[in-house]
């Protein structure tokens, strides 16, 4: 069983940092796409990064881009986003979600991903 979990949410002020980091179980993680999401309140599922098993390629939507890094280790099967000079719009629930087929190019469609976290609040005061 697939199982992937969040951590590292929480509130911080507009124009700081914050780094969420995404455990995962099961042979997913080093061969797969991972990914993050966010929902904001009353919004739908977003897509936020990816990136490729290998870690050579990364895709970003335009909003987080030059802002959100996402790298992973897959010896520890770990995945990170890095969010810096966030924004009050970046509030949201965030989700951990892995690709369970490899995909060229990378996808940016939720409901291509096969494994979810449970989500992360995270809360960006003006």
């Known amino acids: 069983q697939v199982q992937l979990a969040e951590s590292g949410g929480g509130l911080v002020q507009a124009g700081g940092s914050l780094r969420l980091s995404c455990a995962a179980s099961g042979r997913i993680f080093t061969d797969n796409t991972m990914g993050w999401f966010r929902q904001a309140p009353g919004g739908e599922l977003e897509f936020v990064a990816c990136?490729?098993?290998?870690?050579?390629?990364?895709d970003y939507t335009d909003s987080v881009k030059g802002r959100f890094s996402i790298s992973r280790d897959n010896a520890q099967n770990m995945v990170y986003l890095q969010m810096n000079s966030l924004k009050p719009e970046d509030t949201a629930v965030y989700y951990c979600a892995g690709d369970s087929i490899w995909r060229s190019p990378l996808s940016r469609n939720a409901a291509e991903y096969t494994y979810w976290g449970q989500g992360i609040q995270v809360s960006v005061s003006s």
């Open positions: 990136i490729r098993w290998n870690g050579y390629s990364a």
